[in-house]
């Protein structure tokens, strides 16, 4: 018998299995796929055969719902018959064309408020082209101060990262802080985490007197007078307890016989470079940044945290509480009125999939009222003189941000995508598929083992958790481990699973702070290495740094060597990012089967980093994948588009 007929027979074989394995799956999860159709069939099998596999290419699996989710072909129907039916102008007119077209657009902010919970009396929608530009128009326009901290979590999207630029301009304090930190701040605790510096708290979080024990609900940034606070010392990434870190210097590694190295440094201290303000009419003003669901891994952090902190507020200083939701309201259901975050930031894109480009700031009008807009174009200014440096911003309303033309049809496209979400429950209703689907899918994936009983996979996150469907979203960030433990190439194993046919994403999706610190890597190794790359990131895959003897195996690594004349030292190979697979509204239990089925017939006993083509294919049928054109997904190996332009571990 041929070995392509064997292979053929053989995901027959796991085609037929797959039936009652299904079955099996429905049974024990009963809110997965939006309500059954029949004792065999779902909501979801008919949507996707009508929605999605008509475009779907033959053999591809779509994993990378936290990238971008999948749009349904009616939603597309349905807008372009909207744009059939009317003229619709630009909106800064009175004209027919233009009144319909500013009438669909505040029709469209009022339902946003809706689907959040949030009160159409005190919050407000400003449009923005994507949830990166909610956060750059958030940071340029906060009343900061030189008293101002800018406190965020260490696992923040890159996004978040760049608002301390406009801190850093102000002279405003920054620093990044961990979840023991708030925590320990919350419950008025001098002692935070493992990870905090020698006095506890970081200074970010650390108050410079006693705190009055004024009126705590949020106000406006208009609305309160008061003095500032004290200096304070910031707090960088610390390094591991007890760990020495030190440079590898350029050359040492190939010296020593290794790969291009990429070294590690020292941690230290950093002070902010903001002074005292002065007492006067104005408050102090501070942010907290954290996101609702981590991006990364998928960790999700306690939504109670907005009201705890907003209570650390004092008559002289007052603390803002932003929320990234980008990844977090596609799968979960968010309510401003039980949460109610001073700033919550919107990537739209991700919720509905089609339109891109549109993102949203969903603010607190007495906030938007006080904030210090700089820069103005277009409809934000009411009116403005070219010789006589003068202008009139829009007295109130969000369109004072809206600088230029709103991207109005696309926005109007955003009718659809709430349609869409409505009709099949709502965002409870896939919290609810999503999450029956993680369980099962966690459940399968921690079961893969080679045949010496060494787990397959390094499963990050808290899906072990008992209370897992409360802080683990429908994320899986993982490492593909040898039978001794070694990690595989995580671009190799991407590269495997595209060419499978697989959409999942590698690297570190945007969020330094949680990839690096689950992967061992330290902040300033990362600088370093990038120091030492000269701009030239096409090899940008592992770092090589300095461990003590006993921490260098403390988490998987891609070898290790030992350093001449340090007996104590070992130099370690780590990885500088990792593997995601993400579900969404659309995902399927054919999709994580298939993703199970794939990483067991391809890495189970594997021993070699490299593969080939055919090594691939032969993998993917003895998965029960379907493969294009009878004879494999593709005649060619997919290769790494410019990675220097990418950038560091592809963002």
């Known amino acids: ?55 779907m290419p033959p053999g591809e699996t779509y994993l990378d719902y936290t990238g ?82 800018f406190a965020y979590l260490v696992s923040n999207h890159n996004s978040v990262l760049g608002i301390r630029e406009y801190a850093r301009v102000h ?142 507020s004092t008559r002289r200083h007052r603390w803002k509480v932003l929320i990234d939701a980008a990844a977090f309201l596609p799968t979960h259901p968010l309510n401003l009125t039980e949460t109610p975050a001073d700033a919550v930031c919107i990537s739209f894109y991700k919720l509905f999939g089609y339109p891109s480009g549109i993102g949203a700031l969903v603010a607190r009008k007495e906030d938007l009222r006080a904030a210090r807009k700089e820069y103005w174009g277009g409809g934000s200014v009411f009116l403005a003189t070219a010789s006589l440096d003068w202008k009139h911003f829009r007295p109130q309303g969000a369109e004072r941000f809206e600088d230029g033309t709103l991207a109005f049809l696309s926005i109007m496209g955003l009718q659809q995508g709430l349609d869409m979400f409505a009709s099949l429950g709502g965002a409870a209703a896939i919290e609810r598929h999503t999450s029956a689907l993680r369980a099962w899918m966690f459940e399968q994936l921690s079961a893969l083992v080679h045949s010496n009983g060494a787990p397959l ?82 090899d940008w895959e592992w770092v090589w740094v300095k461990r003590r003897a006993e921490e260098a195996g403390a988490v998987p690594h891609g070898g290790t060597a030992p350093l001449p004349g340090r007996p104590h030292t070992r130099l370690v190979k780590l990885p500088l990012g990792s593997l995601r697979a993400s579900l969404g509204y659309m995902a399927r239990y054919e999709d994580g089967k298939a993703l199970v089925d794939f990483l067991r017939a391809h890495y189970r006993d594997r021993t070699r980093d490299e593969f080939s083509l055919e090594e691939v294919q032969a993998s993917a049928a003895a998965a029960g994948l379907a493969l294009a054109g009878g004879g494999g997904r593709r005649q060619e190996r997919l290769q790494w588009a410019a990675p220097e332009r990418q950038g560091p571990g592809w963002c």
């Not at 027959?12 to 049974?27: I, N, R």
């Not at 020698?198 to 006693?210: D, K, N, S």
Request: charged content about 20%; glycine content about 10%.
């Open 1 to 55: 018998m041929s070995v392509v007929l064997l292979l053929l027979l053989t995901g027959l074989a796991a085609v037929a299995a797959a039936g009652s394995d299904k079955q099996d799956f429905l049974a024990r999860f009963p809110d997965y796929g939006y309500g059954p159709i029949t004792a065999t069939e779902r909501r979801i099998d008919e949507l996707w055969q009508r929605e999605i596999a008509p475009r």
């Open 68 to 149: 971008s989710t999948l749009y349904l072909n009616s939603q597309l129907e349905a807008a372009l018959k909207e744009l059939e039916a009317g003229i619709y102008g630009n909106p800064h007119s009175i004209n027919p064309s233009s009144l319909r077209t500013e009438g669909s657009v505040e029709a469209l902010r009022a339902r946003v408020l809706e689907f959040l919970g949030a009160d159409p009396e005190v919050y407000d929608v400003v449009w923005t082209r994507s949830g990166t530009g909610a956060l750059r128009e958030l940071g340029e326009t906060f009343p900061w101060s030189l008293a101002s901290r």
């Open 171 to 312: 002279n405003a304090s920054f620093g990044a802080v961990t979840e023991e930190d708030v925590e320990a701040w919350i419950a008025g605790s001098s002692v935070a985490g493992k990870h905090s510096g020698r006095g506890g708290l970081p200074g970010i979080l650390q108050e410079a007197e006693e705190p009055e024990q004024e009126p705590q609900q949020a106000a406006g940034w208009d609305q309160l007078a008061g003095s500032s606070t004290a200096r304070r010392q910031l707090r960088t990434q610390p390094a591991a307890s007890g760990a020495t870190a030190v440079s590898l210097r350029p050359g040492e590694a190939a010296q020593l016989g290794l790969e291009a190295g990429r070294g590690s440094s020292h941690h230290q201290e950093a002070k902010h470079a903001g002074h005292p303000a002065h007492d006067n009419d104005e408050p102090t003003y501070s942010l907290f940044a954290f996101p609702a669901y981590d991006n990364y891994a998928g960790l999700m952090y306690p939504l109670h945290w907005v009201k705890a902190i907003q209570a650390k």
């Open 457 to 538: 996979l390094r499963i990050f996150g808290r899906h072990h958790w008992p209370n897992s469907r409360e802080v683990q979203g429908a994320t899986f960030n993982f490492q593909i481990l040898m039978p001794n433990g070694t990690v595989f190439s995580y671009r190799n194993a991407a590269t495997a699973l595209a060419e499978a046919g697989f959409s999942l994403r590698c690297g570190c999706t945007c969020n330094p702070g949680a990839c690096y610190g689950l992967l061992g890597v330290r902040d300033e190794e990362v600088r370093d290495a990038a120091e030492l790359a000269h701009g030239n990131f096409s």
